[in-house]
DNA sequence: CTACAAAACTAACGATTGTTAGTTAGATTT
DNA sequence: AAATCTAACTAACAATCGTTAGTTTTGTAG
């Protein structure tokens, strides 16, 4: 019994987390996620709390498994270079983990009303966690002289959307993909 | 009375990109919208047709300017590194112009309903252009031999999302952004 | 000053929203 | 067999949604 509660409740997460990327959180409807389950809009009561609680708990799971994984890759004593690949990794993995997730942390963060801050808070430290790499990086000379901000904003939003893009470069093995970003983001495309 | 017709409706597309770039289209009520604007939900309807219109011209207007865009620029006769700058040059003014409004486009075409059709014919015109000027530079050498894909969304996906960040650092000079990205974008940031 | 049109208003509509209450079928435990 | 529990159901709630109808205010041209 405990064991189907939690698979069901699970499947209600994940079905809630694949609509959420499809149409927003706003958009999708109780009745909605009910259907795509296959049974009623007041059942899903039985299993969850509320329609917010649902996204707090999608959102605030992936953005917790960011930050912890940062912090461990901030803290190592290696080069900014092997820091960067392994913040590239991180971002493939949990992507593919969970990438209807992802979604919804991009896109619906600010519905999350009691759970905002503590979202805000954890956003801000893992954009200061990288920043702070970076800017390693750059005293230490690994780094080119570009523009911080654009360095930053450039490569966090290309991993922040890889969840758009992975799912249907499934073909793509992890390997390859985290060669190819590393590739491209670091290096560059001009020759 | 043309002419505050106009601004008046003007006012209200403009303020309804803002409203939903902050909350996306769904969460956006015509109350809210008529608040923002200071008239009551009703009057609106003197000046537009409904809320869908709303968005379809908003966001169709933005992709019929990027398509156009990116036609010229591919049908130039010069280098790929010229025409890939053109790409970026041309996303940092169309976004600077028009952030919410990219917003929308990025996080609302889903609810376009009847003009979704034609939303997605320019945005597989605009991918195959740009498509078509990296394997062009492929060919020619002018780029080094990574996965075409994984290039091509790396590059679209920061570009497309500059309108998160670019009200936020207005202080940066335009051709300093560009130069900025460019550099970023095409030659990398290791050392 | 009058006439007219633009643009605001109030009131309300039918539909849909998230959620609650109360009930029931079926499985598990005692 | 009786009692308990889980998870489904139907029905309905108050609130809010986009939109329409009808009316009043406002500004301008003759």
């Known amino acids: 019994m405990k064991l189907s509660t939690l698979s069901r409740k699970q499947e209600i997460y994940r079905t809630a987390a694949k609509l959420f990327k499809e149409k927003g959180y706003s958009a999708v409807t109780m009745r909605d996620l009910a ?23 999608i959102i605030l799971d992936i953005a917790t498994q960011f930050t912890q994984g940062i912090d461990a890759i901030a803290s190592q004593e290696t080069d900014t270079i092997t820091k960067l690949k392994a913040v590239i990794s991180q971002h493939i993995t949990l992507t593919a983990d969970n990438p209807y997730g992802m979604a919804a942390l991009n896109n619906d963060w600010m519905h999350l009303e009691g759970k905002l801050d503590r979202y805000l808070d954890l956003r801000n430290r893992y954009e200061k966690k990288f920043r702070g790499i970076i800017l390693e990086g750059k005293e230490s000379g690994e780094l080119k002289e570009v523009n911080t ?11 922040r959307n890889l969840y758009l893009w992975i799912p249907k470069k499934a073909e793509l093995k992890k390997d390859e993909l ?3 970003l590393c590739v491209t983001l670091l290096q560059g495309v001009e020759r």
Chains 1, 2 share one sequence.
């Open 149 to 159: 901000e654009i360095l930053v904003y450039s490569i966090l939003t290309t991993l």
């Open 178 to 180: 985290i060669e190819g």
């Open 35 to 57: 259907a795509a389950v296959g049974i009623k809009a007041a059942s899903l009561y039985n299993h969850i709390t509320s329609k917010q609680q649902i996204l707090s708990e």
